[in-house]
Every structure is written in C-alpha cells, then in structure tokens.
C-alpha cells in the first residue's frame, strides 16, 4: 500500500485543473473552468472544475468529486492505481508497504491485463530485431517510408511466423491463461492449449489517452486473400475499440494547441503524416468512426478535417463521417486525396509545406464537399436534384447550434437558388422527428434503469415499506434509495459539509439557546439526531455523515475534513461531497430585509427548520408504511395502525406549526 505521507503529498501536489486538462480542452470562466462534459454527450458545456476547491462537477450527468477521482473514472483505474498515475505526472516516488490480501485481490484484475498488455507491447517490440523480424517486419517498416526514430516512438513490432512464440514467452514468465485469452493475446484450443492470435504481421501498439498500450493491430504481410490483412485485439475490460483513436497518446498536445484534428482511417496514415511533421492526426482504424471516437476528440478539440481516400469507399466514408460530426457539435471540413492516394501515400511523395497546401486548398464545407460528389449523379433529374438539396437540409439538421445552422442554410439556399424558408420548415421537421425518436429512446432507457434500480433492501426500521416509485435522474438522487427523506437528508449533510465547524449563536430567548456553550452546526445537528436514536435512511448519506464526525472527532478543520473525504478511497462519500460541500443558498437582500445580516444569523434560522422538516419527512415516510400495511393487515392490527395514524397526524400538524413559526 501507498504511505499516507505519500499519499498526501500526491494529494497536495496535484492541481485539479492540471489533471483533468490532459483529458479535456478548460476553458477559463472566472475563477473556475467550464468544459463540455468528457462522460455524457452533450452541447453546451455544464462540467466546471473549481480550482480552489479542488472539486469538478457536471450538472448535466451529475459526475463529481475531486483529482483522483477524475482519474479514476476517466481512466477507469482503482484508488491506488490513480493515486500512481498521479504521483508519475508529477514526480513523486512511490514505495509503497506491503498490501493486505484484499487490497490485491481488488485491483488485480485490470492490473494483470495491463501487465500482460504491457509484456505483449515489449516481446513485439524485441522481435523486430530478431533476424526474421529485421528481415521481413522491419524492411516492410522501411518499404512504407517509415524512420527509425518513428518505429521507435510508436512501438512498431512484429509477431513470428511461430504460431506459439508469444504464448510460450508470456507462459514462461507466469502470466496466465485467463489474462493472456482475456487480453486477446492468446486463444485456445479445443484441447484448451493455448496458441498466439497474432503472429506473422507487423505489429500497431494502440495507446490509450494516457499513454497505456491497450491492444494491438496487427497486418499480415502475405498476398493470400484468404488472410485477413488486419486481425485487431479483442475487446475487454481495458480496450474498447470504439472508444479509442489510434494515434491520440501522441497528438493530443497538438490537437489542443492547434485546435484542431485530422482524422483518417489507417494505422500507417497516422504515422506518414506524424513523421513528415503533422502530428495533431488520429484514425479509426480497425472500426468505422462512431459516436465514442468524436467525442473523444471534441476533449481537445471542436474542428475536426476529415482525410480520406478519395475513391468511392473513402466518398462513402466521409459523407457518413459528416453527419455523426455534426451531430456532436463540432465543426466538420473534408478533405479527398486524389483517386489512388491516401494519407499515407500522399504523405511520402510531398514535402510537409506541399501538404499544408493541398490541405488549406482543397478543405471543403460538407454542403460543398456533397454537391460535388452527388450532384454529378443527379444530373438533369429535377427529383435527384431535390432529393440531394433534402439529403442537405437533414445533414444541417443535426447542428445542434442554432446559429449555425441559419448560415448553412443561407449557403445552401444561395448555391441551389431554393427559398431559405423552404430549407427551415424541411430542418424544422426532421429535426421534431428526431427529437421525437430521441424522446421515445430516453423514455425506454429511464423505464428500464428504473427497474434496474430499484431496492430490495428496505430499512428495517419499517421493514414492511414500499418505496415510492420514482424516475432515476442524473446525480444523487441515482444513489438514494428512499425519495421521501432523501431532500431533508440532503440538507441537513450540506449544512454539516459547508458549515459543519461554524458555531450557532442562539438569541437567549431562543427555544434552543444554551448559556453553557455555542454548538457547532455539525454538534447542533448531530445532537438533535442522536438524541432522539436516528440515522439517515439513504446509505450514501449515512456513511457520508459518518465519515465526516469520525473526521471531526479527531479535531481536523473543516478544510480538512472535506479534503480528507474528496480525496478518499470511498468513492461514494467523495461523490457526495463533492455535491453537497458547495454552499446551496446565497444571502439575498430580502434575507437581509429580514434582519440576517451575517451567514451564521442565517444558520441559526435555517439549520432548526432543517431539523424539523426532517422529522415531518420521516413521519410521511412512517404514514407511507403504515397505508401499505394496511391492505394485508387483519382487523386487530388495521385498528393499531389506524390508531398509530392518528397520532403521526397529530405530531406532523404540531411541526407543520413550528415550522411555519421558525
């Protein structure tokens, strides 16, 4: 395990916006940054990252927490393993102690497919120097132009003509078969015997954002159609092919400084135009583009040139291309090579400046790019020609911004001599339809996740209870399992996350002044449960609340306490405090008008009501149970319950009074 001193001089070292700015393009607002969110699709930016908090925060999906957190889930890597990550960014020397049994059995998953990914990255790499690497994988290498400076770089390797060279190396040193089929590595026989998925082919190292060598790609060398020419790695749980770029490791940087990306479709098209200098390119190689891989790039940048081959298959490609680009917000140029070329071979007939030329020259807008290839089809036909001016319309259709969408539709009415408000009402429907079918799929997914979602573990302080049916939206209420007392619970955790630590200074005629002492709000509130034995309900809050008093009864500051749960390996009381540690209410003039001149005046009104409320919600939650009893109850008990109503009335009309007079 990592020392907490280590620990925390990661957690001190590390600078929130540093680290999530590797992954994604902030933009400065402020004195925080605002970026479109990299864990949902989405337009207009709702994910902020509060430097001087230390906290980043969606409120579009509801995803927060702090630097390591960020990681975590960006990356999908355990605690430690972001903890690692972090400490390699910045530098800091990690020996860590001996770990416990359970700590290694947490991350030894991934880890193993990491480690066996890793082993299979430098066994390809060596077999490149081999005498049968040199002499076929290393002179193809060549053939294709490539340098040794770029070989290097990428990690270009070969796989032997031996259909078991990789799997006895990786055997011989202890790897596992579940690890070595599960990578995609090794595959099995009948027999179960083990034998290599890649062997005779040049070998393409596919990185993850960060670096990682996550799977390969792998071309065969030989003319037999029988063969296929490239076999990928399969998908597991740290590669998902249509969710990575090849290519993006090495031309993130340049993306984001150039604001700007080229995408083309082949492992070699990357290297040819990396080598020859133009480094912010990335491909889809081995899986058509899809929605994953744009917004993989719209992390670094909006405008994205789209360089295919410039026969029919590469035609077809990029008119794809151009609608899922759209779709996504980003601004999207084409650019055809001539019939015969692509990235790749263009890349190594032409000097760098020749490149740039072609590029800037023969970039084109989607409506210019599709009136030249499919206007030639429709020729004299006045039905082909409308067809392709509605092919248009329905293309500029999926721009989500409005403005954008008003200039393509003046360029496209200027070039087809069509009336711009004929090209609206065409947009103005396609796009009700697919707002429409978008509508209808999100209602499927919300039904669905409902039924995923529901408990089965009611508290057993009401064992007979019926949760109220209630739509899973985005956030903390994902994690909240009784929707009744969860907003009291929640205010009452924000009062004691913003202002735990603050003390509450009681007017003496006050029903709760004390001349003894001047509570804390966290004592206040924690006094007021506990006396009367009772905890929150919803188990994210419950152990979040407890997290922070085992905190604060070691005496640490209210800056330390947050810092200490943000930055935690329980992830759920991070997520929490990341939500709730931000203060929820602001002092309004009327507050003011109403004699709270001061944020502690404020609490001593506010924190009492948030008490009582919560009692009343655990009496409406206690009625609920009561009235689903009922149904099955027999006559004495339907009496004891009817009995017990009356009462639970009685009490919530004395708080609803209180309530209303606090």
């Known amino acids: 395990m990592i020392p907490q001193d280590t620990v925390n001089l990661i957690l001190d070292t590390a600078r929130i916006e540093d680290v999530i700015g590797d992954f994604v393009t902030l933009k400065r607002r402020g004195g925080s940054y605002v970026a479109c969110c990299p864990f949902h699709n989405e337009k207009t930016p709702s994910f902020y990252v509060t430097p001087s908090k230390g906290i980043f925060k969606c409120f579009g999906c509801g995803k927060a927490g702090s630097a390591v957190g960020f990681v975590m889930e960006y990356e999908h890597l355990s605690y430690v393993e972001a903890l690692k990550y972090l400490a390699r960014k910045y530098h800091i020397e990690v020996v860590e102690q001996e770990e416990s049994a359970e700590d290694l059995l947490r991350r030894q998953h991934s880890e193993s497919l990491m480690a066996v990914s890793e082993f299979a990255f430098g066994f390809y790499k060596e077999q490149l120097s081999t005498e049968e690497g040199r002499t076929i994988g290393y002179q193809y290498f060549k053939s294709r132009g490539l340098e040794d400076e770029t070989i290097a770089k990428y990690g270009l390797g070969w796989a032997p003509r031996s259909k078991n060279a990789f799997t ?17 590595l090794c595959a099995q026989w009948e027999d179960n015997s083990l034998h290599d998925r890649f062997y005779d082919r040049v070998m393409f190292p596919i990185h993850s954002v960060s670096g990682r060598v996550i799977a390969f790609g792998g071309r065969t060398l030989l003319s037999d159609k029988s063969v296929a020419k490239y076999v990928n790695s399969k998908e597991s749980e740290i590669y998902v092919k249509s969710r990575s770029l090849y290519g993006i490791y090495f031309a993130k940087n340049e993306i984001s400084k150039l604001d700007k990306c080229y995408l083309v479709e082949g492992y070699l ?15 889809s190689s081995g899986t058509s583009l899809t929605v994953e891989q744009i917004r993989l790039i719209k992390r670094f940048t909006e405008n994205v040139t ?7 298959a590469g035609i077809h490609a990029a008119i794809r291309g151009i609608g899922m680009v759209l779709k996504e917000g980003l601004n999207v140029k084409v ?21 740039q030329d072609f590029i800037s020259t023969n970039e084109q807008d989607f409506i210019a790019f599709k009136t030249d290839h499919l206007l030639d089809q429709a020729g004299d036909d006045p039905l082909k020609k409308a067809n392709l001016i509605n092919d248009i319309a329905d293309t500029i259709a999926g721009i989500p911004d409005a403005v954008k969408r008003s200039v393509y539709v003046d360029t496209c009415a200027r070039k087809f001599n069509v009336e711009s408000d004929i090209l609206f009402e065409r947009i103005r429907r396609t796009r009700e339809k697919d707002e429409a079918e978008e509508a209808a799929t999100r209602r499927r997914e919300a039904a669905r996740a409902e039924r995923e979602s529901r408990r089965e573990d009611i508290p057993s302080e009401f064992p007979t209870a019926t949760l109220t049916p209630r739509t899973i939206p985005s956030g903390l209420q994902a994690i909240e399992e009784n929707s009744i007392v969860a907003p009291s619970e929640r205010e ?4 004691v996350l913003t202002d735990g630590t603050t003390p509450l200074k009681f007017e003496t005629d006050s029903d709760f002044y004390d001349p003894e002492s001047s509570p804390t709000v966290a004592e206040f509130i924690d ?38 749960l943000l930055n935690g390996e329980d992830r759920t009381a991070s997520f929490v405090t990341a939500h709730l540690s931000e203060e929820k209410y602001e002092l309004t003039v009327k507050h003011f008008e109403e004699a709270l001149t001061t944020r502690e005046s404020w ?9 009582l409320t919560y009692h009343n919600k655990r009496l409406q939650y206690r009625l609920t149970t009561l009235m689903a009893e009922m149904a099955s109850a027999d006559p004495a008990r339907q009496k004891e319950i009817l009995q017990e109503i009356g009462k639970i009335n009685l009490m919530k009309k004395k708080l609803s009074e209180k309530i209303g007079r606090e």
């Open 603 to 611: 609490l001593v009104t506010f924190v009492p009501k948030a008490i």
């Open 527 to 564: 006094s007021a449960l506990s006396g009367d034995d009772i905890e929150f309900l919803n188990k994210a809050y419950r152990d979040t609340y407890e997290a922070y008093f085992a905190l604060y009864e070691e005496g640490k500051s209210q800056q330390e306490i947050i810092k200490s």
């Open 168 to 184: 006895e190396a990786a055997t011989a040193k202890g790897f596992k078969a579940e690890y070595l089929t599960e990578t995609g």
């Open 492 to 495: 009452l955790l924000g009062f």
């Open 335 to 355: 650019v055809l090579f001539p019939d015969g070329d692509d990235p790749d071979s263009f890349a190594r007939k032409h000097t760098l400046e020749q490149i």
């Open 306 to 312: 789209i360089m295919y081959d410039g026969d029919s």
């Open 269 to 283: 098209d990357v290297l040819s135009m990396h080598q020859i200098g133009i480094t912010n390119v990335v491909a």
